[in-house]
């Protein structure tokens, strides 16, 4: 099994900028990003596997970075230029190996409001 544990979000106003960050109990193959907007359904923010190849959504590219450090078990996601529409409930994602049970943290809330 593999813990999670997230940090950062938060409050930030549009154009902003915001760091989550999530520690793993162990060593993965991937760790990642998604997302819960209020009413819809949980998807995709960006992924990142120890080799360092990388899958992210559409809607963040070019302002999202995601980050690993293997080292560390940690994974790290910085937003830019945030938007009001990525207002959402934020869950670090990890599997142990590929096609392997997905483990989820806790969630953390980032919203983006003026």
């Known amino acids: 099994q593999v813990q999670l544990v997230e940090s950062g979000g938060g409050l930030m106003q549009p154009g902003g900028s915001l760091r989550l960050s999530c520690a793993a109990s162990?060593?993965?193959?991937?760790m990642g990003w998604y997302r819960q907007p209020p009413g819809k359904q949980r998807e995709l923010v960006a992924t990142?596997?120890?080799?360092?190849?990388?899958n992210s959504a559409v809607s963040v590219k070019g302002r999202f970075t995601i980050s690993r450090d293997n080292a560390k078990n940690t994974v790290h996601l910085q937003m830019n230029s945030l938007r009001p529409e990525d207002t959402a409930v934020y869950y670090c994602?990890?599997?142990?190996?590929?096609?392997?049970?997905?483990?989820w943290g806790q969630g953390t809330q980032v919203t983006v409001s003026s």
């Open positions: 994602n990890s599997r142990i190996v590929p096609g392997g049970t997905d483990y």
């Open positions: 990142i596997t120890s080799r360092g190849t990388i």
């Open positions: 162990r060593s993965t193959y991937i």
